[in-house]
């Protein structure tokens, strides 16, 4: 419109220049009828506008859910062209991660894909985290369900040297693994996050940054809980309907700085432990 216009307009023109040109310009009801059918037609066309976003939110919303793991996008969640990790890297992917968990606690039945994979290295992380580890009929146990024949069958010997009497001293347990009366042994680990190095339908090379608590929870102990951060790669194959480690190793870090908050005392700590359960690590 031409600044001019406003000038020939008459009287009966139903808009009015308030204060001037360039202003905000207020329409003027020449007729109640007029009015009300343009607006009821601006109000129904708002309502199908936001009808139609909502369903195609929720279309979206239900398609995300059902994902199945056919849907990955190949790259393990990596990244994208940034470099930068995917929202999908730490969403849910709503897929049931075992079918079950054997006479040892520790679950198994994992699926054969990257997901399953990783839900596996994270469950063996806690599981070789664990008390059962320094007691030996538990600890050999644990490593023959959790590794290939072969790697189990390596490991026991160095691994019976390792958890040695004297080590088993340092961390205040007896030559069995059991902590003295009045007291609690801790060890944990909580997995953090988890990284497909390499995978397949046989073979998976999956590392998880976990964060872990140690030592001895009582009145007497001279090696309280202490946190530790590290990172455990995995070399896991698929052998006998579910996924079994092969090798690994462990490297420290990476450490974030310390909270400002107080150390609790043994009671609470070894109450903790003993009220908080674990969990079934699905990716």
């Known amino acids: ?47 199908t506008i936001t009808v139609v976003g909502v369903v195609v939110l929720l279309v979206a919303a239900i398609a995300f859910v059902n994902r199945g793991p056919g849907s990955d996008s190949g790259d393990g ?7 930068r990790p995917e929202s999908s890297s730490t969403a849910a992917s709503g897929v049931k991660p075992v079918e079950g968990k054997g006479s040892t606690g520790i679950p198994s039945g994992f699926a054969r894909n990257s997901q399953g994979a990783q839900s596996a290295a994270s469950n063996y992380t806690v599981a ?4 059962d580890m320094f007691k030996a009929d538990s600890r050999h146990r644990l490593v023959d369900t959790i590794y290939t024949p072969e790697a189990a069958a390596k490991l026991k010997s160095g691994q019976d040297a390792a958890y040695s009497a004297q080590f088993l001293k340092k961390l205040g347990l007896d030559a069995e693994g059991n902590a003295p009366q009045g007291s609690l042994f801790v060890s944990r680990a909580i997995p953090v996050g ?5 995978a397949d339908v046989d073979d998976a090379k999956v590392s998880v ?13 001279t090696d309280p809980v202490k946190t530790s951060w590290n990172t455990w790669t995995f070399q896991l194959k698929w052998v006998g309907n579910d996924w079994k480690i092969v090798s690994d190793a462990q490297k420290k870090g990476p450490t974030p700085l310390p909270g400002d908050e107080t150390a609790s005392n043994s009671d609470e700590i070894s109450k903790a432990v003993e009220e908080f359960g674990g969990f079934t690590y699905a990716r």
């Open 77 to 83: 969640g990596q990244g994208g062209a940034s470099g």
């Open 209 to 221: 940054w976990y964060t872990g608590l140690i030592g001895m929870s009582g009145a007497q102990s």
């Open 194 to 198: 988890v990284k497909v190095e390499s």
């Open 1 to 47: 419109m031409n600044r001019g216009d406003d000038d020939q307009r008459g009287t009966d023109d139903p808009y009015t220049t308030m204060g001037g040109t360039r202003q905000t310009r207020t329409r003027m009801p020449d007729d109640a009828g007029a009015t009300r059918p343009r607006a009821a037609r601006v109000r129904a066309s708002r309502s």
């Open 128 to 131: 070789l985290s664990s008390v």
